[in-house]
């Protein structure tokens, strides 16, 4: 079935550091794919998305790139700061899971800490 | 999401209680969703209705029921045949249409006394 990859947290990140967080997904078809970030708790607010291959999806400077060939969709921002700090959740929306559009498979979630 | 709304914040459950958690929406939203979240687990799908009067079970429906008498609300009633119902729970909507993002309430935490 699809399946969504990221990688495991936390990440530790310095105050203007880059970062990347991977994710990489297994679906039939075309699934959009998405990134939401979820604040101490808080519920997940959507970050950005891209619904087709080669689109990039920004927001607040972070940006993904949708790439079919490597069935990936990493995370990246040139320079994070504190109020980065969150938990990032990759997403796909499968055509086929539970025989309906629109309902979402997450990853397990990457936490970010961003030090002054 | 200012447009859900789920209450109460906190729940505290007793042994061999049901509780009810509420999800409303004013995004007119036909799709709700309820998601479980354990720490290093991400979002785990409990139950969806993709239209008034009719609902699918998730991944881990066991131990939970779901109604959708009207497009606006969702509740999800834990029963007490779930055995481990601590957990963070998310209500989200959506549009129809696999492109479409859903949108997330701030949550219900529950936790067992």
């Known amino acids: 079935g699809d399946s969504v990859t990221q990688m495991e947290g936390p990440v530790t990140l310095s105050e203007e550091a880059f970062l990347t967080i991977n994710c990489t997904y297994t679906?039939?078809?075309?699934?959009?794919l998405f990134w939401y970030v979820q604040y101490p708790g808080e519920g997940l607010q959507l970050l950005l998305k891209?619904?087709?291959?080669?689109d990039k999806g920004s927001n607040k400077g972070f940006e993904a790139t949708y790439r079919k060939e490597t069935t990936s969709f990493h995370l990246e921002k040139g320079s994070v700061q504190v109020s980065d700090s969150a938990v990032y959740f990759c997403?796909?929306?499968?055509?086929?899971?539970?025989?309906?559009?629109?309902?979402?498979?997450f990853g397990k979630g990457t936490k970010l800490s961003v030090k002054p | 999401d200012g447009g859900i709304t789920q209450s109460p914040k906190y729940l505290f459950r007793k042994e061999g209680q049901n509780v009810t958690l509420s999800c409303e929406q004013n995004?007119?939203?036909?799709?709700m969703y309820w998601y479980r979240q354990d720490p290093g687990q991400g979002l785990r799908l409990i139950y969806y209705?993709?239209?008034?009067?009719?609902?699918q079970k998730g991944d881990i429906a066991e131990g939970y029921s779901v109604s959708r008498e009207k497009k606006e609300s969702f509740p999800l009633t834990v029963t007490s045949a779930q055995k481990n119902p601590t957990a963070f729970y998310l209500c989200?909507?959506?549009?129809?249409?696999?492109?479409?993002?859903?949108?997330f309430g701030d949550g219900t935490r529950l936790s067992i006394l």
């Open positions: 997403a796909l929306s499968g055509m086929n899971y539970g025989g309906s559009q629109g309902n979402l498979i």
């Open positions: 679906a039939t078809g075309y699934p959009s």
């Open positions: 891209a619904t087709k291959a080669d």
């Open positions: 995004l007119n939203h036909d799709a």
């Open positions: 209705s993709q239209i008034v009067n009719d609902f």
């Open positions: 989200a909507t959506g549009d129809r249409g696999s492109n479409q993002p859903q949108h």
